[in-house]
């Protein structure tokens, strides 16, 4: 298990992208954690949307 700060946008950014590849139900689950904490940032505004773009194409992949 890998242990992230939870306040680390990037951390948690990079982590989702390195899920997507092996583990796709925990890369949703993982931006969702990224977009509630960073969409709160001003500065995290334009990472916020290319997450959300991730996270559709994920749910849309993956029927749960």
Same mark, same amino acid.
């Given at each position: 298990?890998?242990?992230?700060?939870?306040?680390?946008t990037? $951390?948690?950014?990079?982590? $989702?992208?390195?899920?997507?590849?092996v583990?796709?139900?925990?890369a949703?689950?993982?931006?969702?954690?990224?977009?509630a904490? $960073?969409s709160?940032?001003?500065?995290?505004k334009d990472w916020?949307?290319?997450a959300?773009?991730h996270?559709k194409?994920?749910?849309?992949?993956v029927k749960?």
């Amino acid at each position: 298990m890998i242990e992230v700060d939870a306040k680390h946008t990037g $951390a948690m950014y990079n982590l $989702a992208l390195v899920y997507e590849k092996v583990d796709p139900r925990e890369a949703i689950a993982q931006w969702e954690r990224y977009i509630a904490l $960073a969409s709160q940032l001003p500065t995290e505004k334009d990472w916020v949307d290319v997450a959300r773009q991730h996270l559709k194409k994920l749910k849309g992949q993956v029927k749960e």
